[in-house]
């Protein structure tokens, strides 16, 4: 699997874990209340395996042949028969034509005497007809002696849990309808077959699957205004319209059912030309979703019937290749229109009941089933082709073959579960899944997938602790730092390696899954037991302990272990892997300056507070000679945002300089990892400077961005991958901040003005809102960092003006002490900065970060006497259709003496500001610091 760029990659992750199948099962296990082992057979075999073969195939005819008595007579002499008989006859059918019972976990029963009894677990698969039944089966079987053979028999068995609406698909081949307009409907969706035939695909239940052939129009309007944005940037057209020929469709038989009598549909004779072209339609797409791999039990499809809320059509069409429509009735963000095969997304947003129902915010792990509250991993990285000779060689995957085992403390969220999930990388093979609690523990994991599924042995209530052990290992690629500063991801720069310039380095964080975890980020508290081979050095999410050796010593005998303990909570945890340089530069320390009073508000549980920042600073070789200056910028940038929050989240920060074409940087909690540009092979073209985030006038802004990120994006985190602004448009403010604290209000001013341009530029691709999809479509990184971070920052410096500094920064401080290791939306931003300004701020959030488009404004002065004197009246008219709020500021030159500096707060759509007047007045002059996002005509 190749590793894409970093925007693909957070599609991939949210939305295409690999291929819409395979999130169409994820989206299914989650329904189900537990599914059963899978796919991978579990290997934790003991070494010597009784011979239950026979048993099993024994146990397989009497399931095939539905023969209770025949099960009986497998059950050992002490068993219960009367349990047993009940066993049979509720989990044996009649009509079985195959069967196959898959083995997956054996464990010897405690009170019996070595060798002599087990628990099994196995897999029963049965199909009749089309319908298919996925079992699992827990055994306990006892070795028997009769006469010189020994034989195993079933003591006790009781059902785990089932998966019965699998259905083998066909097309019906002999129904087929004319169809003329018929509508097929979903939310925002029709298909209309103005004149054409259907063809369709029954369960017991009804109509499942339908094959539309003919002359047909698509049309999707989605209602949330940014969604119609995406659709006109896809289509020039806010509704998008195809014209299409044939058509795959995919629904509950009830559905099909309420539809039918509206649709009219008359049936007539089967045309085999036409069948034909149907049956090459229906087998392209239905394995494409709704469908289960069970292929080690079985060599046919096998589909889950979809749910009453779910509606799947996939339509071919000329222009935009097939076009996938999903109504997902489990997801928060239920609808979906995207391109099959670019897998770009189109559409994303809740279906109307959901947005009445769960509100503009909701959390990315709002439905997820456990908390993990602590990870405890200990696992060794091996950089692949270090073990070769030659270390100039490229390896032919950039990445390390890790070793692990990670100790899970999680906490049962919710309804009671049988089940849960984890994410753990699809290349890393797990060997074992182990509870303190409930022993050793099933588990699966569908191919494709970055997803581990661990069943448990019975259902566990709410709020219940426990602990589990996975095992794994595998060869793992890297991922780039979160953050490349470039226009655009040229694959060439992947790999730094193919030109041997620079120290390799190997980062695990965010994005490759290198332990298992929760579904999505959150916080937990960690440690880290990190081993690396001699030479190399790990650099990690915690404190590192006191008994690391030395990061820089070269070379010493043996692996070497680096510990780490991240006792304050981390979103995920993240290690960087290369061979450091030796100098002499000392820790740095800051102490916090104006820690007191900290806002008495619900804290994280366990986070402490802390005084005093240690910071360190490592570099590769190339980079060697920039550590002292970088580590005394490091530390003044860090007591500066410690003074404007009044908080050091986690006590030390490590910073770590490595090499490669281009400046990027990485801000997982406790290091920051930052690229130093190393000059460039010839005709390689660099865009950089032309990238929105790129500040030729304050060099270090990367860095104090980065630094920003252990407050925003760390410390305080994002609920989902809306309020991805809160974190970079939070850290470029305060790199801005920085900047001007550091070189003063030109530079401050400088790097406004770039913002402000690149924001006017793109407000017109979306709203903030639309987060990593912003330049999606137009497969243009720039446009997301031009609203994400830049019109985001922007927003921040608006509302400053707007509401006042006082307002401003004790809001900030307001929002970042509430949410201190918690998941952020933009809600709860809004609210921080209200009750400081005591006003609704609703029209300013919901116009800057959920609408996109600028406002346009007319300004107007006039000079009108008043009891006191002159005044000058400043009227500014708001000439979009919504109205906007933002600061103005307005100079005034008087013939004689010093100017005058109004910031107008524009908030109606008509604002008049009345300014007594010092005497005549030469000029007025608006928005002379050029800081408004706004059109302004004067
Ligand atoms: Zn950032």
Redesign the pocket.
């Known amino acids: 699997m190749t590793r894409e760029t970093n925007e693909r990659q957070d599609l991939r992750t949210l939305f295409f874990p690999d291929h819409l199948i395979r999130t169409t099962i994820r989206v299914f296990l989650v329904v189900l209340v537990s599914v059963s082992a899978l796919v991978a057979p579990v290997s934790a075999q003991p070494a010597e395996e009784p011979a239950y073969r026979p048993l099993i195939e024994a146990l397989e005819q009497a399931v095939l042949a539905g023969d209770s008595a025949a099960f009986l007579s497998l059950t050992s002499a002490n068993a219960n028969r009367n349990a047993a008989a009940a066993f049979a006859s509720e989990h044996l059918y009649a009509n079985v034509e195959r069967t196959t019972i898959n083995p997956r976990f054996l464990s010897p029963i405690d009170d019996l005497p070595g060798g002599t009894g087990y628990d099994l677990t196995v897999e029963v698969f049965s199909e009749s007809g089309i319908r298919g039944r996925l079992e699992t089966w827990q055994l306990e079987i006892v070795r028997q002696e009769q006469g010189d053979d020994i034989i195993w028999r079933i003591r006790d068995q009781a059902r785990v849990d089932s998966i019965d609406n699998l259905r083998h698909l066909n097309l019906n081949s002999t129904k087929q309808y004319a169809a003329n307009n018929m509508v097929l409907v979903s939310e925002d969706l029709s298909l209309t077959l103005t004149e054409g035939t259907v063809f369709v695909s029954e369960t017991e239940l009804g109509v499942t699957g339908l094959v539309l052939l003919g002359e047909g129009v698509m049309n999707f309007t989605p209602q949330p205004e940014a969604e119609q944005g995406q659709v006109r940037i896809f289509s020039g057209k806010e509704a998008l319209t195809a014209k299409f020929e044939t058509a795959f469709v995919r629904m509950h038989p009830d559905l099909f059912n309420l539809q039918f009598s509206t649709m009219g549909l008359v049936e007539q004779t089967v045309e085999s030309d036409k069948l034909r072209d149907a049956t090459e339609i229906f087998d392209a797409f239905i394995g494409l979703s709704f469908a289960l791999d069970l292929s080690h039990v079985t060599d046919r499809l096998w589909s889950l019937v979809p749910g009453v809320g779910d509606f799947l059509a996939e339509v071919p069409t000329s222009r935009n290749g097939t076009l996938t429509y999903v109504l997902s009735g489990h997801q928060p963000e239920d609808i979906s229109l995207y391109e099959r095969e670019t897998r770009r997304i189109i559409s994303l947003y809740p279906s109307a009941r959901k947005r009445e129902v769960q509100g503009r915010y909701f959390g990315d792990s709002d439905n997820t089933r456990v908390d993990v509250l602590d990870y405890d991993i200990t696992a060794s990285f091996i950089p692949l082709g270090v073990s070769q000779q030659s270390i100039m060689a490229v390896p032919r995957l950039q990445g390390c073959r890790i070793v692990g085992s990670a100790r899970l403390a999680l906490r049962v969220k919710g309804l009671p579960i049988t089940s849960f999930s984890l994410r753990l990388a699809e290349e890393l093979e797990v060997s074992s899944v182990t509870s303190d609690e409930f022993g050793p523990l099933l588990f699966f994991r569908l191919t494709g997938q970055n997803n581990l599924t661990v069943n448990l042995p019975g259902e566990v209530p709410d709020s219940t602790e426990f602990t589990i052990t996975v095992s794994y290992e595998g060869e793992l690629p890297a991922q780039q730092l979160?953050?490349n500063w470039i226009a655009k991801n040229f694959r060439v720069w992947d790999n730094e390696r193919a030109y041997s310039l620079g120290q390799r380095r190997y980062i695990y964080s965010n994005r490759s899954y290198w332990y298992p975890q929760g579904l999505f980020s959150d916080y937990a508290t960690a440690t880290l037991e990190l081993t690396v081979p001699p030479g190399w050095a790990a650099v990690a999410s915690g404190n590192p302990l006191d008994t690391n050796p030395l990061i820089t010593r070269s070379m010493e005998d043996g692996p070497r272990q680096f510990s780490f303990v991240a006792l304050q909570p981390a979103r995920y945890l993240s290690v960087l892997i290369t061979r450091f340089s030796d100098h002499r530069s000392p820790a740095h320390q800051v102490r916090l300056a104006n820690a007191a009073p900290r806002p008495a508000v619900t804290q994280a549980e366990g986070a402490v507070f802390y005084d005093t920042l240690t910071i360190d600073a490592q570099a590769t070789e190339r980079s060697i000679e920039e550590i002292g200056p970088i580590t005394t910028k490091t530390a003044d940038i860090a007591a500066f945002y410690s003074s404007l929050l009044g908080d050091i989240p986690y006590p030390t920060l490590t910073m770590t300089l490595s090499d490669s074409f281009l400046p990027g940087?990485h801000?997982p909690a406790y290091f920051v990892a930052m690229n130093r540009e190393i000059p460039r092979p010839l005709g390689v073209l660099t865009s950089w400077q032309t990238d929105p985030v790129s500040f030729s006038t304050y060099p270090s802004f990367f860095l104090a961005?980065?630094i920003a990120?252990q407050w925003w994006?760390q410390a305080v985190g994002w609920k989902n991958y809306h309020e991805q602004w809160l974190?970079?448009g939070l850290?470029?403010y305060f790199a801005a901040l920085y900047a001007e604290r550091d070189d003063g209000p030109e530079v401050f001013s400088d790097i406004l003005h770039q913002m402000r341009r690149w924001a006017m530029q793109h407000s017109d691709e979306g709203p903030i809102y639309l987060g990593y999809r912003l330049g999606h479509l137009d497969g243009e990184p720039r446009i997301f960092r031009a609203l994400v971070?830049n019109k985001a920052a922007m927003v921040l410096h608006m509302l400053r003006g707007l509401i006042g500094d006082d307002a401003f920064f004790a809001g900030l401080k307001r929002f970042y002490h509430q949410w201190r290791f918690r998941k952020a939306g933009t809600d709860a931003l809004q609210s921080a900065f209200e009750i400081e300004a005591g006003r609704s701020l609703s029209r300013f959030f919901d116009r800057w970060i959920h609408d996109d488009g600028l406002p346009e404004l007319k300004f107007s002065s006039r000079v009108e006497d008043a009891a006191s004197g002159e005044e000058i009246v400043l009227r500014f008219e708001q000439l979009t259709e919504r109205i906007f709020e933002l600061p103005v500021t307005v100079n005034l030159t008087y013939r004689s003496g010093p100017g005058e500096t109004v910031v107008v707060p524009v908030t109606e759509r008509v604002t008049e500001v009345r300014v007594p007047l010092r005497g005549p007045v030469r000029r007025v002059d608006v928005d002379r610091d050029e800081l408004a996002l706004a059109e302004i005509d004067h």
Do not use: T, V
Request: overall charge negative; glycine content about 16%; charged content about 30%.
């Open positions: 979160e953050e940087g801000s961005h980065e990120h994006g974190s970079e850290a470029q971070y």
